[in-house]
């Protein structure tokens, strides 16, 4: 059974740029989340993917967007970038049929934003 | 809003000792109650959960208690090793995960 991965490990961005982060769900696993984790904190969501659909959302702006691709994999998309972004970035899959949202975490994007 | 307060921020115990955590929830649609250990430089893993419909659940060292009429729930780790030391989280889940602010534990040996 292959676990949730991410890429980049670590990126480094100026402010105003844009970002793009990839998620690999975990082996029959069809939905998405992705979270904010700031230093000292802990994860804040921001949205749910599931069957290439967004599903609930947190208290994010608009520029926080995202896809989810046929094969469950899944881009984080950050555009007009600020300081406040930087971040470690989090994605976490699970399977929506079940009753309850059991999750499981990548090793997350190191974002630091300059 | 939904929230989810987590105690206490730090905790040092000597190997061997007990350790718990513990959370209160606000949002009483809450049915589901995970727990994660954070080890630096990796993302949350989860050791232990809980449901709504139970009251407490054991897994070797590792205990979680729920409380639904006060919203409460804990943690508690027994015989406490080293390897133990790490950043834990509570959660609540209705429609959304709902993290705590997380409770670093050091294991002295």
């Not at chain 1, 740029?17 to 904010?36: A, D, E, F, I, P």
């Not at chain 1, 994860?43 to 926080?64: A, K, S, T, V």
């Not at chain 2, 897994?59 to 639904?68: E, G």
């Amino acid at each position: 059974e292959t676990g949730v991965t991410q890429s980049p490990t670590h990126l480094i961005k100026t402010r105003g740029q844009q970002v793009t982060l990839r998620c690999s769900s975990q082996s029959g696993h069809n939905t998405v989340s992705w979270y904010q984790q700031a230093l000292g904190q802990g994860p804040q969501f921001i949205f749910q993917y599931y069957r290439e659909e967004e599903n609930g959302r947190g208290n994010f702006p608009p520029r926080f967007s995202g896809l989810q691709f046929p094969n469950y994999s899944s881009e984080l998309n950050v555009n007009a970038l600020e300081l406040d972004d930087s971040a470690l970035y989090l994605c976490a899959s699970s399977l929506l049929a079940l009753a309850y949202n059991e999750q499981f975490f990548g090793p997350g994007t190191r974002l630091t934003v300059l | 809003g939904e929230n989810v307060e987590q105690h206490p921020s730090t905790l040092s115990v000597q190997e061997g000792d007990s350790a718990v955590i513990k959370c209160t929830y606000s949002d009483s649609a809450s049915n589901y109650f995970p727990w994660y250990k954070q080890e630096l430089g990796k993302g949350p893993q989860l050791i232990i959960d809980i449901r709504s419909n139970v009251g407490e659940k054991k897994d070797q060292r590792i205990a979680v208690t729920l409380n639904k009429t006060a919203k409460h729930f804990s943690l508690h780790i027994t015989e406490t090793q080293p390897e133990d030391s790490a950043v834990y989280f509570c959660a609540a889940s209705g429609d959304k995960l709902i993290f705590g602010t997380g409770t670093r534990l050091q294991v002295f040996p």
